[in-house]
């Protein structure tokens, strides 16, 4: 089947919320971020999910993954036989992975952990080209998780974390300049999208958020962070959700929230979709684990029905 003919109209996610500098404000016992979402309103994936969602007319797909070490898989084994796999950390096991083996699609996986939005547009990471190249008019679907790195996300996460562990060369975290960066992921995600959108005019184009890491409130045992470092990540998370709804309203591309498909998952919960600070050997600190690649996996594949 020709590749536009699953090709949809993305769906409004939301109306745009203004989005003012991140501050911290005072907050109560429970130490909530604000009123930022990612529509937390909308049905989450639950572990009743987990199934094959495949759509009709998939098989045979020329499907190609861009991102960072949220699409790669960190730690997930086994790595895949691709080019740079051991480099990049991707694993065969990754959203995309389950994704190609679940419809039937022939993936080329071009994600990378510490990737940003200029190692798929402009700028080659180490020997690796940027992972636009991948993309052409022949593809036919593509999904990409990125912005994490380029607000120094999971970096700032685990620089807290090394500090209030008694940590050493931990280094620092400049609010103000993720402040800075935050101010402008949307365009960035944007600058993304169009790009694969011109390169590949009849793919679909699925842009997927980072997943749930903490709690709505408070924290736990292996989480540590304190409370007003808690409501400053959590508010970097929501202001990023917000980024990748307004990105792809923009850019008639289809969002799958994995932020809030997460929710209840996160890395304090019973049942995590991402590891703690201080993982199992070999894992990787607040990133997915197999449940997480999963979870994001029936979502894609939700939206491709």
């Not at 990049?88 to 096991?93: E, H, K, M, Y």
């Not at 694969?196 to 989480?223: E, K, M, N, Q, W």
Request: with cysteine.
């Amino acid at each position: 089947m020709a590749a536009n003919k699953i090709r949809r109209n993305a769906l409004a996610a939301c109306a745009a919320l203004a989005i003012g500098t991140l501050t911290l404000t005072a907050c109560d016992s429970g130490d909530t971020a604000g009123s930022l979402t990612d529509g937390t309103s909308a049905k989450p994936a639950t572990d009743g999910d987990l199934t094959n969602l495949s759509a009709p007319g998939t098989q045979g797909l020329n499907y190609v993954a861009l991102g960072s070490s949220f699409a790669a898989g960190p730690s997930i084994p086994p790595i895949q036989s691709s080019s740079g796999a051991a480099e990049c950390q991707r694993s065969g096991n990754n959203y995309a992975s389950i994704v190609a083996r679940d419809i039937g699609a022939k993936l080329t996986d071009v994600t990378c952990s510490g990737a940003t939005t200029a190692n798929i547009l402009t700028t080659n990471q180490g020997s690796r080209p940027p992972q636009i190249n991948a993309v052409n008019s022949a593809t036919d679907l593509v999904t990409i998780t990125i912005g994490g790195n380029d607000i120094n996300y999971l970096g700032s996460m685990n620089t807290y974390s090394c500090q209030n562990t008694g940590g050493k060369n931990c280094g620092t975290v400049d609010q103000n300049a993720m402040n800075s960066a935050i101010g402008g992921i949307r365009q960035r995600l944007e600058n993304v999208l169009n790009a694969v959108h011109a390169r590949a005019p009849r793919a679909r184009v699925l842009l997927v958020s980072y997943s749930s890491i903490l709690p709505d409130t408070g924290g736990c045992t292996g989480v540590p962070l304190n409370q007003d470092q808690r409501i400053f990540e959590r508010t970097v998370s929501a202001r990023l959700a917000q980024a990748n709804i307004d990105a792809t309203n923009n850019t008639h591309s289809t969002l799958v929230r994995f932020r809030t498909g997460s929710h209840g998952h996160d890395a304090c919960s019973a049942s995590p979709w991402v590891e703690k600070y201080q993982p199992a050997s070999g894992r990787a600190s607040y990133h997915p684990n197999e449940a997480g690649m999963k979870g994001a996996a029936s979502l894609v594949e939700a939206a491709l029905r």
